[in-house]
């Protein structure tokens, strides 16, 4: 599995960014995609998730409502809208998936359950 995440940048607080995420090489029939931050000092942390089982999604309590997640499938894209942007959203963010024989029920928060890792894109949130 491929992961590779762009799109990030400078934006002013209040504005939007799209990131994007490349994945692909999937070779099990179930996955989820998660995305991730990390700012300087500070643990990783997960902000949203896709499940390929039934297309669900689900977000950190932090972006709820101001950030999105979508998949592509035929450009093999993951996107990441996020909007209404906040200083302490600025950090590195990360895309990174699992892949399973089995279905996966839920999405998991844990970096430690992710196998693939993209590298990441800076977001930066500041006048």
Known sequence: VQLQAFGGGLVQPGGYLRLSCAASGFTKANYV???FRQA???EREWVSGFNSRDGSSSYADSVQGRFAIARDNAKNLVYLQMNSLKPEDT???YCAA?????IIMMITTAPSDYTYWGQGTQVTVSS
């Not at 699992?98 to 089995?102: A, K, P, R």
Request: charged content about 15%; aromatic content about 22%.
């Open 98 to 102: 699992l892949e399973s024989v089995f």
């Open 91 to 93: 950090a590195v963010y």
């Open 40 to 42: 300087p000092g500070k």
């Open 33 to 35: 995609i998660g995305w």
